[in-house]
């Protein structure tokens, strides 16, 4: 059994844990999942509460944090899954809306011997610095070159706190996937080329491009106004900045250079 750790290597209490744990606002969970933490079968916890709102974001009922599943109702689910799953993503929402208890969270998880993941934009760049020690594994949301945060996410300094998670991470070491949903009316060929040219520079060198999907988009608007423009020629273009891209497997970019 391993300690309960925080980033810092110090042990958090059970008094710290317990009541974080039972104030823990979980707004659903999948009990399996291959592709949350890509290589593992996971079991996947949404987080309530999140402080942008993309336009584009699916899981805008979660925005607002009511809790809809008690913490020991996700405890009990994983002692009957142990030897069955080998791993658990927080995924949101944002988890980083309530660090504290996914930081208790995080520890229970290793405890019980299961691998742990997290998806996060890198909201809050502070709170991720001392959940990395926790994590196996990081889903890291890029929105676009970082000056275009702001129009993406409705939240003024978002790009520099991306930014800086993102610096996290890598510098960390931490095992992790940078992705991107690509909205047409949200990202033009040249943002996802200053995009991909940024994250060059920083060091990153994979990245999965994801179509955007309509389903829980809060803004009507713009469900309907997403019409795919990647094409073959900007994805060589891409590629060419930086060669692991992956494509979203539409059958015009199945094979594409
Ligand atoms: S950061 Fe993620 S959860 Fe928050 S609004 Fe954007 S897409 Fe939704």
């Not at 823990?24 to 999942?33: A, H, I, K, T």
């Not at 405890?111 to 742990?116: L, Q, R, V």
Request: with cysteine; aromatic share 6%; hydrophobic share 45%.
């Amino acid at each position: 059994m391993s300690p309960h750790l925080h980033a810092g290597g110090c042990p958090l209490p059970p008094r710290v844990i317990a009541p974080a744990l039972a104030a823990m606002r979980l707004g659903g969970f999948v009990p399996w999942s291959s592709v949350d933490y890509p290589g593992h079968q996971s079991a996947v916890l949404f987080c309530g509460g999140c402080p942008w709102r993309c336009r584009y974001c699916h899981n805008s009922h979660l925005w607002h944090g009511t809790a809809e599943v008690p913490w020991r109702t996700v405890e009990e689910f994983l002692e009957r899954r142990r030897g069955l799953l080998d791993a658990v993503v927080i995924s949101g929402g944002e988890p980083l809306a309530q660090a504290q208890a996914v930081a208790a969270a995080l520890q229970v998880i290793r405890d019980k011997g299961f691998a742990t993941a997290m998806h996060t934009a890198g909201v809050a760049p502070r709170r991720l610095a001392r959940l990395l020690a926790l994590l196996d594994w990081v889903g890291l949301d890029i929105k676009g070159p970082f000056a275009r945060y702001p129009t993406i996410t409705g939240s003024r300094r978002s790009g520099l706190a991306a930014r800086a998670a993102l610096e996290m991470v890598l510098a960390a070491g931490v095992a992790c996937e940078l992705r991107t949903t690509v909205h047409s009316a949200l990202l033009s060929a040249a943002d996802l080329v200053a995009m991909v040219t940024e994250l060059r520079e920083l060091g990153v060198s994979r990245l999965v491009l994801k179509d955007f999907r309509s389903q829980g988009c809060a803004d009507a608007g713009l469900a309907v106004r997403h019409r795919p423009w990647l094409t073959p020629a900007l994805a060589a273009r891409l590629r060419a900045i930086m060669p692991d891209i992956v494509l979203p497997g539409r059958p015009e970019l199945v094979g594409a250079p």
